[in-house]
């Protein structure tokens, strides 16, 4: 099979397959444009297994150039534009990447990048002094056939978020473009009528998959935003673009509340919000319910699963597995926090030259997250953070991600945000500390409020510092850096001690 040319061979000819601001493609010309992508690729030499970069924003020449890499038997990699040179680097290097496609105003800064590299990748862009002007040679390139691989070689990469240390490069094979619409199709009732819309960009695993893979083999309307995302933007693209599907993450639908937006967003035609990426508050949850008339459905899934593996539909919280997903436990205790392993058609096949990562999370075909989840009635799920965000205190556990969620409830659109993280107490017991980022103009009503909902927890989980602090970590996705959050502690703690 050829995962490109399985995600495009459903829509119909004439249907728009993908708006992005004024421009918009359809699916024949989608796929004859992919086929000449596939053809310049393979005119500059690529060969088979050999891995490209989409480094540029979110646009209908990314998808082209990306599923081109893919029909011709590259291997695509998505990777954050706006990541810094340090940073970016060494992604270049540890993949040994062999083309870098780019933005044309991003042109001459890659070239000099790669041109640091021990191995140099040849630079692909619209225009620039050093690269290669794709744009010309679209369109002079000749059409060509699908490079046939086998369901298991590789044939795209994600990078891991990094909340809990350096980004990993999970490998994909083909098969992952086997049935990616399965949670769009059984769970969001989603077909060739729906317009799908995600806030997240492409190079992140939550979007490529459950928006633009999803919406590809259902033969809908995919639309696409260069621009970053913020309340005021998701608000623009509804307007403009009449999404029917909305796919962003907790910290968004967040602020939508916190900034008056969310209501604004209620009749416009959107059948379901969904969520994932972290977990979702209940207060966020229940402000969506109350404002917009509809809660967002919460979805878990990882760059390993890719598409979405989990999903829960009510105020309770819990959850299931999507439609395909077969779960099993790692221990026999229902009662305890435990990681589980997962099953489904768009598995990775492992991590990118990490074999103790992959000797821990990956076997014979099922994959084990590193976070932690709670047997509930009717086999739901309780999802508890990662088995590192777990502590005994008291004898009793304690997920900070519990905490956290209490207390940006009691807290309301007082607090931006709130983190809480396990660390030692000066005689070495485990206790927890919690940082949050007050609302500008709430200060003094958000320390009420938080010490309010710090006083209504149980004794066992009340934290044992609170840090005000301007801002929390957050990755180049936006979602809360939760390997910086004890070093943002001790580093709160030494500057109010006086050190």
Same mark, same amino acid.
């Given at each position: 099979?050829?995962?490109?040319?399985?995600?495009?061979?459903?829509?119909?000819?004439?249907?728009?397959?993908?708006?992005?601001?004024?421009?918009?493609?359809? #699916?024949?010309?989608?796929?004859?444009?992919?086929?000449?992508?596939?053809?310049?690729?393979?005119?500059? /030499?690529?060969?088979?297994? =050999?891995?490209?970069?989409?480094?540029?924003?979110?646009?209908?020449?990314?998808?082209?150039?990306?599923?081109?890499?893919?029909?011709?038997?590259?291997?695509?990699?998505?990777?954050?534009?706006?990541?810094?040179?340090?940073?970016?680097?060494?992604?270049?290097?540890?993949? =040994?990447?062999?083309?870098?496609?780019?933005?044309?105003?991003?042109?001459?800064?890659?070239?000099?990048?790669?041109?640091?590299?021990?191995? @140099? &990748?040849?630079?692909?862009?619209?225009?620039?002094?050093?690269?290669?002007?794709?744009?010309?040679?679209?369109?002079?390139?000749?059409?060509?056939?699908?490079?046939?691989?086998?369901?298991?070689? &590789?044939?795209?990469?994600?990078?891991?978020?990094?909340?809990?240390?350096? $980004?990993?490069?999970?490998?994909? @094979?083909?098969?992952?473009?086997?049935?990616?619409?399965?949670?769009?199709?059984?769970?969001?009732?989603?077909?060739?009528?729906?317009?799908?819309?995600?806030?997240?960009?492409?190079?992140?695993?939550?979007?490529?998959?459950?928006?633009?893979?999803?919406?590809?083999?259902?033969?809908?309307?995919?639309?696409?935003?260069?621009?970053?995302?913020? $309340?005021?933007?998701?608000?623009?693209?509804?307007?403009?673009?009449? &999404?029917?599907?909305?796919?962003?993450?907790?910290?968004? #639908?967040?602020?939508?509340?916190?900034?008056?937006?969310?209501?604004?967003?209620?009749?416009? /035609?959107?059948? +379901?919000?969904?969520?994932?990426?972290?977990?979702?508050?209940?207060?966020?949850?229940?402000?969506?319910?109350?404002?917009?008339?509809?809660?967002?459905?919460?979805?878990?899934?990882?760059?390993?699963?890719?598409?979405?593996?989990?999903?829960?539909?009510? =105020?309770? /919280?819990?959850?299931?597995?999507?439609?395909?997903?077969?779960?099993?436990?790692?221990?026999?205790?229902?009662?305890?926090? *435990?990681?589980?392993?997962?099953?489904?058609?768009?598995?990775?096949?492992?991590?990118?030259?990490?074999?103790?990562? *992959?000797?821990?999370?990956?076997?014979? /075909?099922?994959?084990?997250?590193?976070?932690?989840?709670?047997?509930?009635?009717?086999?739901?799920?309780?999802?508890?953070?990662?088995?590192?965000?777990?502590?005994?205190?008291?004898? *009793?556990?304690?997920?900070?991600?519990?905490?956290?969620?209490?207390?940006?409830?009691?807290?309301?659109?007082?607090?931006?945000?709130?983190?809480?993280?396990?660390?030692?107490?000066?005689?070495?017991?485990?206790?927890?500390?919690?940082?949050?980022?007050?609302?500008?103009?709430?200060?003094?009503?958000?320390?009420?409020?938080?010490?309010?909902?710090? =006083?209504?927890?149980?004794? #066992?989980?009340?934290?044992?510092?609170?840090?005000?602090?301007?801002?929390?970590?957050?990755?180049?996705?936006?979602?809360?850096?939760?390997?910086?959050?004890?070093?943002?502690?001790?580093?709160?703690?030494? +500057?109010?001690?006086?050190?």
């Amino acid at each position: 099979m050829n995962a490109a040319e399985r995600l495009l061979c459903v829509g119909a000819d004439r249907a728009v397959a993908l708006e992005c601001g004024d421009d918009r493609i359809d #699916y024949a010309t989608l796929r004859e444009s992919v086929r000449r992508a596939g053809g310049v690729w393979q005119s500059l /030499g690529l060969e088979t297994g =050999e891995r490209i970069v989409i480094l540029a924003r979110d646009s209908i020449d990314w998808v082209v150039a990306y599923l081109g890499a893919v029909w011709a038997g590259g291997v695509a990699i998505g990777v954050n534009p706006r990541l810094p040179p340090a940073d970016l680097a060494p992604i270049l290097a540890d993949s =040994e990447v062999r083309f870098v496609w780019c933005d044309e105003d991003e042109a001459a800064g890659c070239c000099a990048r790669a041109k640091a590299l021990p191995l @140099p &990748p040849v630079v692909v862009a619209s225009g620039g002094p050093d690269g290669v002007d794709w744009k010309s040679a679209l369109r002079a390139a000749a059409p060509i056939g699908p490079c046939e691989r086998g369901d298991d070689d &590789p044939a795209l990469w994600i990078g891991t978020s990094g909340t809990t240390g350096v $980004p990993k490069g999970v490998v994909h @094979p083909q098969r992952v473009a086997a049935s990616p619409e399965s949670f769009a199709r059984e769970v969001l009732k989603a077909g060739h009528d729906d317009r799908f819309y995600s806030s997240s960009k492409l190079f992140f695993a939550y979007a490529l998959a459950n928006s633009l893979f999803a919406g590809l083999r259902l033969g809908a309307t995919v639309m696409l935003d260069r621009e970053r995302a913020s $309340p005021e933007r998701v608000l623009a693209m509804v307007e403009r673009h009449r &999404p029917t599907l909305v796919f962003t993450v907790p910290t968004l #639908y967040n602020r939508m509340l916190l900034d008056g937006v969310a209501p604004k967003l209620a009749h416009r /035609g959107i059948r +379901h919000f969904i969520s994932a990426g972290e977990a979702l508050p209940a207060s966020v949850r229940g402000g969506w319910e109350r404002g917009v008339g509809t809660a967002p459905i919460s979805g878990y899934g990882t760059s390993e699963t890719l598409c979405l593996v989990l999903y829960g539909d009510d =105020e309770s /919280g819990l959850l299931r597995p999507t439609p395909g997903t077969a779960i099993k436990f790692a221990a026999a205790d229902p009662e305890s926090p *435990q990681r589980i392993w997962i099953r489904n058609p768009a598995l990775a096949k492992g991590y990118w030259r990490r074999p103790e990562a *992959q000797a821990d999370g990956f076997r014979e /075909g099922w994959f084990s997250p590193g976070d932690v989840f709670i047997r509930r009635e009717r086999g739901r799920l309780e999802f508890a953070g990662r088995s590192d965000d777990l502590l005994k205190v008291s004898g *009793q556990w304690v997920s900070t991600l519990w905490i956290e969620h209490a207390l940006a409830e009691a807290c309301g659109d007082s607090i931006e945000q709130v983190a809480a993280v396990g660390a030692p107490t000066a005689e070495g017991l485990a206790s927890i500390a919690v940082l949050a980022v007050a609302a500008v103009g709430r200060e003094d009503d958000a320390r009420l409020r938080l010490a309010a909902g710090i =006083e209504a927890l149980p004794k #066992y989980r009340r934290p044992s510092w609170v840090h005000w602090v301007p801002a929390l970590p957050l990755t180049a996705t936006g979602k809360l850096q939760r390997s910086r959050l004890r070093e943002t502690h001790d580093l709160a703690l030494a +500057h109010e001690s006086g050190r």
